[in-house]
């Protein structure tokens, strides 16, 4: 299968939409984002370090709001009724504040350092010597329940 076709029916009209396999030379992590009255929805966010981020930003307000992110040089208008699209590439771990200055929301985007693959092979941690273990309630006697 080359790739995933999901059908939608649309007033009685299948309409099939191609989903095909994309490959990124870097990773991309796309994130929603809903700016209101009371703040960005989310307002806790994470990514890995290297990964480029692709913002969809909107807003509930009628009065014009936005996203700046701290040390990005990252700025997208949130319009209500309209998505903003627009790409931040994270290239070191922190904790960096998402904003908007006309409101005083705020939000944070932690980066994580990205680990390295290991090539040991880890057991799994209940298996020791062929023996498995076993929590038991300390004052467990041992007789079965009545």
């Not at 692709?54 to 709001?65: A, D, E, V």
């Amino acid at each position: 299968m080359k790739g995933l076709y999901l059908l939608i029916f649309l007033s009685f009209q299948a309409v099939a939409i191609d989903f095909d396999e994309k490959y990124y030379e870097q990773p991309v992590r796309e994130v929603s984002v809903i700016v209101t009255e009371t703040g960005f929805f989310p307002d806790q966010m994470m990514a890995f370090e290297g990964e480029k981020l692709k913002f969809f930003i909107t807003s509930t307000s009628k009065k014009s709001q936005c996203m700046v992110l701290q040390k990005h040089e990252f700025f997208v208008a949130a319009e209500r009724g309209v998505i903003n699209q627009a790409d931040v590439t994270v290239d070191r771990p922190g904790k960096f504040k998402f904003y908007c200055p006309s409101f005083g929301h705020e939000g944070w985007l932690t980066v994580f350092k990205k680990g390295k693959a290991s090539d040991e092979i880890r057991k799994p941690a209940s298996v020791d010597d062929d023996k498995p273990k076993y929590w038991i309630p300390r004052d467990y006697d041992g007789a079965e329940s009545r």
